[in-house]
Nanobody, 117 residues
Framework: ARLVQSGAELRNPGASVKVPCKGS????????INWLRQPPGGQGLEWMG?????????EEAEKFQGRVAFTMDTSNSTVYVELYSLKSEDTAVYYC??????????WGSGTQVTVSS
């Protein structure tokens, strides 16, 4: 199993960003895909939410409700996280990860998102 993420993104405050995560080498619809992020400076991982590729059902962390969207393109085995109204505090490395039995199993390499004017 493998999750491939895109390269770095730079956005201005107030803009939005859409980060892809492409799965391969496993049954794409068989596992939830979670999104997590890690701000700079050695801060811990923050769970943002997840999507069920089997039916598109999503779950968002309360902190991000109303400002995040999880979508998918099953024809390309790709899921996306889109974050709106970006703030400098959204600067972080964004990761996707498959979930199996309640644990994050396969991780993407991460996408650096920088929000700066």
């Amino acid at each position: 199993a493998r999750l491939v993420q895109s390269g770095a993104e730079l956005r201005n405050p107030g803009a939005s960003v859409k980060v892809p995560c492409k799965g391969s080498g496993y049954g794409f619809k068989n596992y939830y895909i979670n999104w997590l992020r890690q701000p700079p400076g050695g801060q811990g991982l923050e769970w943002m939410g997840r999507i069920d590729p089997a039916d598109g059902t999503t779950e968002e962390a309360e902190k991000f409700q109303g400002r995040v969207a999880f979508t998918m393109d099953t024809s390309n085995s790709t899921v996306y996280v889109e974050l709106y109204s970006l703030k400098s505090e959204d600067t972080a490395v964004y990761y996707c990860a498959t979930e199996a039995h309640g644990f994050m199993e396969t991780w993407g390499s991460g996408t650096q998102v920088t929000v700066s004017s």
